[in-house]
């Protein structure tokens, strides 16, 4: 086995393409992703699981059907299963995402983006 850190500028340099999240590695039955967002994405649920991020550098703002949350680098946000959300990066941002593998990234697996292994 080799022990190799994950360098994640070096990940979020292999690709420019927003809202299409990347797996960098698992952990205990979860994909680690990277993502780049800019612009706003779309409303989504997921019903079956929490939704992580952690801005990792630019501002993404999370809009809720109630309200909205703000975060900058080294910020992150939960978002609890089953609540309607909307992610919007009025600048590119670059995110992590921790989710469930095969979790889909719009909520709906015939809308969602393919994993991609990086």
């Not at 190799?4 to 299409?20: C, D, M, Q, R, V």
């Not at 999240?21 to 205990?28: D, E, K, M, S």
């Not at 952690?54 to 309200?67: A, E, F, K, T």
């Not at 900058?72 to 995110?95: F, S, T």
């Amino acid at each position: 086995m080799t022990h190799i850190p994950i360098n994640l500028a070096s990940k979020l340099g292999t690709f420019h393409e927003h809202y299409k999240p990347r797996t960098v590695g698992q952990f205990n039955g979860h994909d680690l992703m990277l993502v780049k967002a800019r612009g706003p994405f779309n409303w989504h649920v997921h019903e079956d699981t929490d939704d992580f991020f952690l801005v990792l550098s630019g501002r993404l703002r999370i809009l809720l059907r109630d309200g909205e949350v703000s975060l900058g680098p080294g910020e992150l946000y939960v978002v609890p299963r089953g609540v309607e959300h909307c992610p919007v990066a009025d600048e590119e941002a670059h995110i992590l995402l921790i989710e469930p593998q095969g979790t889909p990234n719009t909520g709906d697996p015939a809308t969602a983006a393919a994993r991609v292994l990086i």
